[in-house]
Each structure stands twice: as C-alpha cells, then as structure tokens.
C-alpha cells in the first residue's frame, strides 16, 4: 500500500524522446502504409490491371509494325513508363488522400497535439509515400513481365530514380493533402496539375518526337527526369543524362522538404 501512495504522489514528468521521435514516427509511419495498403484491391490490383490494359492496347494498336524508339522496340520502351506512371500515383495518393480523409472525419487537427516535429510528419508521411510507390511499382513490374518486360539493366538506378520519384511526389502530395479541404480540391489538384505533368512526361513519347519548340517545355516538367529515369535503371536507354536528373531531383527533393517542414511548422490548415 505504502509504494502505491508514493507512487500517486510521484510528480508527472514529460517523456523525453532525445533529438528524434523514433518510436512515435515508426508508428505514425506503420499507419499510414497500413491504411495505404488496407483495401489492397485498389492500391495494388488496380495499377496492375491498368497497366496491363495500357500495355496490351497499344501492343494491339503497333502490333508487328517494327516501332523503334531510343532504339528499342515501342512496347519496351513504353512498360518502364508505366512503371513509372503506377509508382508516382501511389506516391501522390499515399499521403494526400490520407489527410484529406483525416478532415472528413475530423481528426486531422490532433497532428497538432501528436508528439512529432514538423520534421518527423514530413518524414513519416514521405516514407510511407516511397513504400507505398516501391510496392505497387514492383506489383506492376511484375505484371507487365509477360507482356515485354525485363530484368533492370541498371538496377541501382532504378532504384534510385525509384525512391526519388516516390519522395518527390510525396512531398507535393503532402502540400496538396494540407491544402485541400475536402475531396474536390484534392481531385482538382490531380486532374489538373499532377495528371498532366505525368502524361506529358515522355510516358508514351520519346522527347526527340516533339516539335522543337516543345522540347525546352518537356525539359522543364521534373516528372520527365523521373520517367526517364526509371526508364534508364530498366532499358539502359534515356532521352537525357542520367546525371542530369540526378540533380535536378535532388533540388527537387530539397525545395520541397524546405517548403513542407515551414507549412508544418506553421501548422497550415491543421492549427486553430
């Protein structure tokens, strides 16, 4: 009975989680790939069967007719951007879909009181974002393999061009989710700035098949370093050095980590 007292009378103290939360920012991360994955024939069969209609129609559509583009058949050309296609949607959708449904139900605001940084959400929200777009870029290669996929001819760059496509797309997503109030924003933002930047990345083009005056336009589009990317750690083909869109991601990633942590920060539409 004695310890019992003296351990109600003990003075409540704050946890101490040192310079980073990593056990609060493991479980934030668990949810958000659990939720991400939760009904899984949309997350995952979905990117699937849709690659597959795109893949077939266009084998239907050039069939035998010999298309060479950067030197490989068309159809091996166009599944590394389908790839692509399925990995950056699910990176769009991981963490943007996940806040907007938070304030549907009314519970987003509790970020403020979670006991993370600004630092830890943007990391915990973009790395369920990079596992999420890993997983359903892996289903969909898999997939796409009896139809004219193949074994990484540049597996590390796949990987890199991969995880930074992911990362990219999932902090955009994430000032997105912060920004949209309810799901017509968020659709909004998708039909009308995240689709067409994907589509007109060189998904289903290589960037020589434009008009010359398009070309700086394409250049400009960070998503076309993304797709060329993975199209390269795939086929070993590029419309464009490698190098290149090593950089230009990095500054990519870089801006937005920078951009999203102040909106953190600052609490943007999840503070009162």
Request: with cysteine.
């Amino acid at each position: 009975m004695h310890n019992s007292d003296a351990l109600w009378r003990e003075r409540p103290r704050a946890r101490r989680f040192g310079a980073v939360n990593g056990r609060g920012m493991a479980t934030f991360y668990r949810r958000e790939v659990h939720r991400g994955f939760k009904i899984w024939g949309i997350t995952l069969a979905a990117p699937a069967i849709r690659a597959l209609l795109f893949a077939g129609v266009f084998a239907l559509v050039v069939g035998n007719s010999g298309k060479i583009v950067l030197g490989i058949p068309f159809l091996e050309f166009l599944i590394p951007g389908l790839i692509a296609v399925a990995i950056l949607e699910r990176a769009f959708e991981s963490a943007a879909f996940s806040m907007v449904y938070d304030k549907t139900e009314g519970i987003f605001g509790d970020l403020a009181t979670a006991p993370l940084t600004p630092g830890e959400l943007v990391l915990a929200y973009a790395g369920a974002s990079v596992t999420g777009g890993l997983i359903v870029g892996a289903v969909v290669w898999l997939a796409l393999l009896p139809l004219g996929g193949q074994v990484p001819a540049e597996p590390l760059a796949l990987v890199y061009f991969a995880v930074a496509g992911s990362l990219i797309v999932g902090l955009f997503s994430q000032i997105a989710g912060l920004w949209a109030l309810k799901w017509d924003y968020l659709a909004g933002v998708q039909t009308f700035i995240f689709l067409p930047f994907v589509f007109l990345s060189g998904v289903f083009f290589s960037l020589d098949q434009l008009p010359e005056a398009l070309q700086p336009w394409a250049r400009a589009n960070p998503i076309f370093y993304l797709v060329d990317g993975v199209r390269f750690g795939i086929t070993g083909r590029a419309d464009t050095d490698p190098l290149t869109g090593v950089i230009v991601t990095l500054v990519c990633i870089i801006a937005l980590s920078a951009f999203n942590y102040r909106l953190f920060a600052i609490g943007y539409r999840f503070k009162s």
